[in-house]
């Protein structure tokens, strides 16, 4: 994905409530050598009701694995699973590129609650 300076088309409120983006921690992180693009499988404990959900993440370029455990990010939850190889991802990381395109992740600027709710 690559940075767009066109903004959407406008949304109501109630468009913007459907999406379900939650805190998580990272818990589990290992090399995706086999996806097409270089990235990194996730395992994110969110907590309560959701639990823990895989995601497979293109972020090589500014993250290594073992340095992504105990960090947390913010994901959406209630899309569908999503087949990535052989790897079924649950939810989608969130992230915004960098001046070159890489994804830097998104997340909380102090620790919080898994499973909390972005409003």
Known sequence: MHASHDIAAAIGFDDFLKVDIRVGTIVEAEPYPEARKPAIKLVIDFGGTIGRKKS???????????????????????????????????????????????????????????GGRLF
């Open 56 to 114: 497979s993440a293109q972020i090589t370029r500014h993250y290594r694995p073992e340095d992504l455990r105990g960090r947390q990010v913010l994901a959406v939850v209630n899309f569908p699973p999503r087949q990535i190889g052989k790897f079924m991802s649950e939810v989608l990381t969130l992230g915004v590129p960098d001046a070159d395109g890489e994804v830097v992740l998104i997340g909380p600027g102090h620790a919080v609650p898994e």
